[in-house]
Nanobody, 112 residues
Framework: VQLQASGGGLVQAGGSLRLSCAAS????????VEWYRQAPGKERELVAS???????DYAASVKGRFTISRDNAKATVDLQMNSLKPEDTAVYYC???????WGQGTLVTVSS
């Protein structure tokens, strides 16, 4: 596994979690990184993306609540998730098109 995702867990609605995706500097260099999620019985969906230069984009459902950021020196991309809702419950994956690499997924469960 060349991408390592971490930080998932159980949180109450309204709470926060921070996910982190780590890889080698070679893997992340000059590449976009994306966070996806897949809820039970649903398709995998794009949650947020960040370019090498730091431009970001978000799904409408998380805009204003989630923040994606990257530290190129550490080769990490984080997803700060605030004001979590039960509908945010899913397995979250990081992905980079450089090498078409997926992380192993980290489970986020938001209780009501």
């Amino acid at each position: 596994v060349q991408l390592q995702a971490s930080g998932g867990g159980l949180v109450q609605a309204g709470g926060s979690l921070r996910l982190s995706c780590a890889a080698s500097k070679i893997t992340f260099r000059l590449s976009n990184v994306e966070w996806y999620r897949q809820a039970p019985g649903k398709e995998r969906e794009l949650v947020a993306s960040i370019t090498w230069t730091g431009n970001t984009d978000y799904a409408a459902s998380v805009k204003g609540r989630f923040t994606i950021s990257r530290d190129n020196a550490k080769a990490t991309v984080d997803l700060q998730m605030n004001s979590l809702k039960p509908e945010d419950t899913a397995v979250y994956y990081c992905y980079t098109p450089r090498g078409d690499l997926w992380g192993q997924g980290t489970l986020v469960t938001v209780s009501s």
